[in-house]
């Protein structure tokens, strides 16, 4: 998306279009083990490798579903944000959240984003509503689907 595309100003000439895809993130265990430790969520399905070898249907530790929701925010401002030369990008709320498929650790995944819709607010404001869907490479199913509300000022 190049800086003069998509704006909050022309929000709605977008709508039902896809705005773009973040670049590849890799879901390394130390990115799983900073999670735990800031969420006091330690299952051994997140952090234990050794474990997670010998018991896990997945052959090895998997991101947490939160870890992979969390994404959003630095995937929305790489595709989104940035170009548009947004002021502000409060989070508004979420909207249909499915955790789908696993994200197994040191696997790469990316966020295709289609705005939904733009909802002028006043004050140079719009509430977005975009679909996110967090695809991992290599991988049939995406990690998650989730819409996300965004409160977008300037731009």
Same mark, same amino acid.
């Given at each position: 998306?190049? #800086?003069? =595309?998509?704006?909050?100003?022309? %929000? *709605?000439?977008?709508?039902? &279009?896809?705005? #773009?895809?973040?670049?590849?993130?890799?879901?390394?265990?130390?990115?799983? +083990?900073?999670?735990?430790?800031? *969420? #006091?969520?330690?299952?051994?399905?997140?952090?234990?490798?050794?474990?997670?070898?010998?018991?896990?249907?997945? @052959?090895?530790?998997? %991101?947490? =579903? !939160?870890?992979?929701? /969390?994404?959003? /925010?630095?995937?929305?401002?790489?595709?989104? /944000? &940035?170009? /548009?030369?947004?002021?502000? %990008?409060? +989070? !508004?709320?979420? $909207?249909?959240?499915?955790?789908?498929?696993?994200?197994?650790?040191?696997?790469?995944?990316?966020?295709?984003?289609?705005?939904?819709?733009?909802?002028?607010? #006043? $004050? =140079?404001?719009?509430?977005?509503?975009?679909?996110?869907?967090?695809?991992?490479?290599?991988?049939?199913?995406?990690?998650?689907?989730? +819409?996300?509300?965004?409160? %977008?000022? @300037? @731009?």
């Amino acid at each position: 998306m190049s #800086g003069d =595309g998509f704006s909050v100003i022309k %929000a *709605t000439d977008f709508i039902d &279009k896809e705005l #773009g895809v973040s670049d590849w993130i890799t879901m390394s265990q130390d990115r799983i +083990n900073q999670f735990a430790e800031c *969420t #006091g969520d330690h299952q051994w399905i997140h952090v234990d490798a050794e474990r997670a070898r010998r018991e896990s249907p997945f @052959g090895t530790t998997i %991101a947490h =579903g !939160y870890l992979t929701l /969390a994404m959003l /925010a630095e995937t929305f401002f790489e595709v989104v /944000a &940035k170009p /548009a030369r947004m002021s502000q %990008a409060l +989070n !508004y709320g979420l $909207d249909r959240v499915r955790f789908i498929a696993p994200v197994r650790s040191g696997s790469r995944i990316r966020n295709r984003i289609k705005l939904l819709a733009a909802e002028k607010k #006043g $004050d =140079g404001r719009v509430l977005l509503t975009t679909e996110n869907t967090i695809e991992i490479e290599g991988e049939g199913k995406p990690a998650l689907i989730a +819409n996300a509300l965004v409160m %977008a000022a @300037g @731009g």
